[in-house]
């Protein structure tokens, strides 16, 4: 990375999601001494990282170009003191048993107005987890607000009240790192984005100044129901794939906190009956774990005749050997059903589930049997359950 000019502050673009993930998994242990869990969090972090580079130098001839988001979010400052005032308030996720639709804010939308936060909101970080119910709350507690060029959206130092979505407009962020100094500019919004959440989810005031830079409109909500929305359904999340990844045989190699960690990287996908999942001969972007519902199998031989030779039920997985071989999809996989499944991308594939590939690899021995009872052969296999 090169140096920053003389003067200018410059925005790693790792920043923010580093800091989200750390957030989200500190609000949701809980632990008692926080310098302790930041420690082994970025240790772990950085571990893993390592342990990615090696696996990339292993597989690849020269490294993918890095992806650059377009979500930052202006540094975090270091304030003399916690501000006392509206974030002494607590969320604890696991105490909010309160799932009354009375309880949710609404706000009347237009199928208009609707249309265009859901295109404002489909590419925000936080949200990617989130299944379409919980999207729905979303798009139902967020409110527009209109700025003129010049409006200020948030300031640095006041206490966090919303979080904010881009719909439109040129949006400035700027920080004062010295009191009795100018600000700096630090970032440009250009017509999407979003920012706000930091100051939220750390119960800390604003880090940065955030203001207009042309006419424009955001989408916000605000405090308490972005910390539910958010919290409570990463809480939701991860108890029910701790306890679907507790039925899956293969990660009983894994350690608990490794089986959390994994919970946390899956995201929700849900299909409608005979809907395709994976196709044959297609590569392979990650695997899935089973939530509810069954999965059909099937591979085309060289007849052209499509055989379904296995059904995956609750608790099973499949797409994992793909990833292991690093080879085309063998076989396509359907939906039975309208069923729920919790997708594991390649990366965090690779992060997470080192110490299951021997097991995986085992199995290629299994399927390769299969091929063989039903075909007469095994060439090729890569992917089947």
Not at 30 to 53: C, I, S, T, W
């Amino acid at each position: 990375m090169s140096r920053p000019e003389a003067g200018k502050i410059t925005v790693p673009d790792e920043l923010r999601d580093v800091l989200l993930e750390f957030t989200i998994s500190y609000l949701l242990e809980q632990p008692g001494d926080v310098v302790e869990y930041a420690v082994d969090f970025f240790h772990k972090l950085q571990e893993n990282r390592a342990a990615n580079l090696v696996r990339l130098e292993e597989t690849v001839d020269s490294p993918d170009e890095s992806v650059i988001s377009t979500e930052e979010e202006p540094p975090v400052t270091r304030f003399s003191s916690r501000r006392k005032s509206v974030f002494a308030e607590t969320y604890n996720p696991e105490e909010d048993e309160d799932d009354d639709e009375g309880a949710k804010v609404v706000y009347p939308k237009s199928d208009e107005q609707r249309e265009r936060l859901a295109e404002s909101v489909k590419h925000i970080l936080l949200f990617r987890a989130l299944d379409k119910e919980q999207m729905q709350d979303v798009l139902d507690a967020m409110f527009e607000k209109t700025v003129q060029a010049g409006d200020y959206v948030i300031k640095q130092g006041d206490d966090g009240d919303n979080f904010y979505v881009i719909e439109r407009g040129t949006f400035h962020a700027f920080v004062t790192t010295e009191p009795g100094t100018d600000p700096k500019q630090v970032h440009t919004y250009d017509g999407s984005g979003s920012f706000g959440e930091l100051a939220l989810l750390y119960n800390m005031p604003r880090a940065a100044t955030i203001q207009a830079g042309t006419q424009g409109a955001v989408w916000a909500m605000d405090r308490q129901t972005f910390r539910r929305i958010l919290l409570k359904s990463a809480f939701k999340k991860r108890k029910m794939y701790e306890t679907l990844l507790e039925s899956v045989p293969m990660l009983k190699a894994l350690q608990a906190y490794e089986r959390m960690n994994l919970a946390d990287a899956l995201v929700p996908r849900q299909y409608a009956d005979g809907e395709l999942i994976i196709k044959q001969g297609d590569s392979a972007d990650g695997m899935y774990f089973v939530e509810d519902g069954s999965v059909k199998i099937t591979i085309t031989g060289d007849n052209g005749q499509e055989v379904e030779i296995n059904r995956i039920s609750k608790g099973g997985y499949f797409g994992e050997l793909a990833l292991v071989t690093h080879k085309p999809r063998a076989a396509s996989a359907y939906a039975v059903g309208n069923i729920k499944l919790a997708f594991l991308d390649v990366e965090a594939f690779e992060r997470l589930l080192g110490p299951c590939m021997n097991i995986m690899k085992r199995n290629i021995d299994d399927y390769e049997d299969q091929l063989v009872r039903i075909f007469g052969s095994k060439t090729n296999i890569t992917d089947i359950r």
